[in-house]
């Protein structure tokens, strides 16, 4: 479903400041698996998600979607493909227009309609029902202003919002991080029940190791704008928080035995 072959990203290119964060990045990854991404402080992974979601251009490589090269397509193009959450709740919504107006928009867009059409009942049921399905009461909050829900609530939302017509993609980065530990649990379920039942191919970046394991199929780890760590099946099965923080700690350490980075 995803292939991103040899991508390279370079920030403040020709300065002083120039920084490779995305340094020969190969990653596929196959319809319906969903994967989550751990990594330190200034890895890549975010990075990662702006050049998949055409929100950078890479300077290199290839980044092909379902088979098609979405490598220079612009990111409002990818948008009706590509579902993408933040860490921030208030990120991805209009926070003066309220739940239902919210996902109606993003209901158009994904359907390609014009959105200041108005939508037939058919559809606005649909999108209800989408609603009620998170069980959490927000069908009855339809007509409140998103940005007056609390930030689990709004993330729940933004998560029907992002996969009310299946995308290609679902990416999201570390979007449990700014919620209570009860409300980031519950947005956590609501993101594998989605996920599952609609077999979303999808991307997860975590700072939470045991969620990462937890959750989806496939676990990579990234340092220095690559993929250190990709682990599935049996081998990440038995894999411990402390198995992968050891992991994490051997690639470190092995970065600063490295010449390179002590020169
Ligand atoms: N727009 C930008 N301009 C310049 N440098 C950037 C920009 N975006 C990211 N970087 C740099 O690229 C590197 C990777 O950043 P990125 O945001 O991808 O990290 P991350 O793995 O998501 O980290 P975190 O876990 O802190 O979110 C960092 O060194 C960062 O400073
Ligand atoms: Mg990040």
Not at 12 to 40: A, M, P
Not at 171 to 190: F, G, Q, R
């Amino acid at each position: 479903m995803l292939k991103i072959e040899s991508v390279n990203k370079v920030f403040n290119k020709n300065t002083l400041d120039s920084h490779l964060s995305l340094n020969n990045l190969n990653l596929t990854i196959s319809e319906g698996e969903f994967v989550t991404i751990i990594g330190g402080n200034g890895a890549g992974k975010s990075t990662l998600f702006n050049v998949i979601s055409g929100t950078l251009p890479c300077d290199s490589g290839t980044i092909k979607l379902d088979g098609q090269d979405i490598t220079y397509m612009p990111e409002y193009k990818r948008a009706s493909y590509i579902g993408r959450i933040f860490q921030d709740p208030m990120k991805g919504t209009a926070p003066n227009l309220t739940v239902g107006e919210n996902l109606i928009i993003a209901y158009m867009r994904s359907v390609k309609k014009n959105i200041l059409k108005m939508p037939s009942k058919k559809e606005k049921n649909y999108i209800k029902d989408h609603l009620a399905a998170l069980n959490l009461g927000l069908e009855d909050r339809i007509n409140t202003k998103i940005g007056l829900l609390s930030g689990g609530q709004r993330q729940a939302v933004t998560l029907v919002m992002a996969t009310l017509v299946k995308p290609k993609l679902l990416l999201l980065d570390e979007h449990t991080a700014s919620l209570d530990p009860i409300s980031a649990e519950s947005v956590l379920k609501l993101t594998d029940k989605i996920v599952h039942e609609n077999n979303i191919t999808t991307l997860m970046i975590t700072h939470n190791i045991s969620s990462a394991l937890m959750l989806g199929t496939r676990t990579i780890m990234m340092d220095s704008g690559n993929i250190v760590i990709d682990i599935e099946g049996h081998e990440r099965e038995g894999l411990s928080v402390q198995d992968v923080l050891q992991k994490f700690n051997k690639v470190k350490n092995k970065e600063f035995d490295d010449d390179n980075v002590l020169l």
